[in-house]
């Protein structure tokens, strides 16, 4: 499996950003699938969840509302809509996706993931 995350790049405060994940051996829907990101000298974090059901989404609370999870099955790409960013956004983002359709509560558990993309750098910044 694997998993090539792109879209990232630098944005003034307020921009947007589509970041996309383009996944080989393993079909997005058939698990879990998320974002989660790693700002320099912090430890990575959750971000959004999107399962098996489109419906099953979830976001962590300091990006709900401006950010969203997408699925396109047909290009087997899970993708992160950004918008009205914020310096605070600024991190290495990075997709993952698990075999498991995922509860809430392990969602955001990086463990419960078996493949990583390389991740893509997102830069907010006047």
């Known amino acids: 499996v694997q998993l090539q995350a792109s879209g990232g790049g630098l944005v003034q405060p307020g921009g947007s950003l589509r970041l996309s994940c383009v996944a080989s051996?393993?079909?997005?829907?058939?698990?879990?699938m998320g974002w989660f990101r790693q700002a320099p000298g912090k430890e990575r974090e959750f971000v959004a969840h999107i399962g098996r059901d489109r419906s099953r989404k979830w976001y962590s609370g300091s990006v709900k509302g401006r950010f969203t999870i997408s699925r396109d099955s047909a290009k087997n790409t899970v993708n992160l809509q950004m918008n009205d960013l914020k310096s605070e956004d600024t991190a290495v983002y990075y997709c993952?996706?698990?075999?498991?359709?995922?509860?809430?509560?392990?969602?955001?558990?990086?463990?419960?993931?078996?493949?990583w993309g390389q991740g893509t750098q997102v830069t907010v910044s006047s």
């Open positions: 051996g393993r079909t997005v829907s058939s698990g879990s």
């Open positions: 993952a996706t698990s075999s498991l359709n995922l509860i809430v509560s392990a969602s955001t558990d990086e463990s419960k993931y078996d493949y």
